[in-house]
């Protein structure tokens, strides 16, 4: 068996945070979550998720790889983004910047 750990809105998406399963690859790991849940499906068919195994970054290009008993799997969606703060607010204690460059 594969431990599954999914996070954020693919977290949210099955309704869980992890799931035992039973694949070889990535890729066939990726087919069996899409049929769990529509929402899922989506997420994973959008493509915008990183995966780690055995806490290790495995490019799209290595989904085709074999997976072991007992590897654990972490997908996650990518996070980026932020935004300066406006002149007179304040985060984290500070106050902020002219949100000008």
Known sequence: ??????????????GRSEVDVKVGTVKELLDNLSELSPELR??????DFIVLVNDRPLPTSRFSEALGEGDVVDIMPVV????????????????GRSAEP
């Open 1 to 14: 068996m594969v431990k599954v750990r999914l996070y954020g809105s693919l977290k949210e998406a099955l």
């Open 80 to 95: 980026s983004g932020g935004l300066r703060p406006l002149v007179g607010s304040t985060v984290g204690g500070r106050p």
């Open 42 to 47: 989506a997420l994973i068919e959008r493509g």
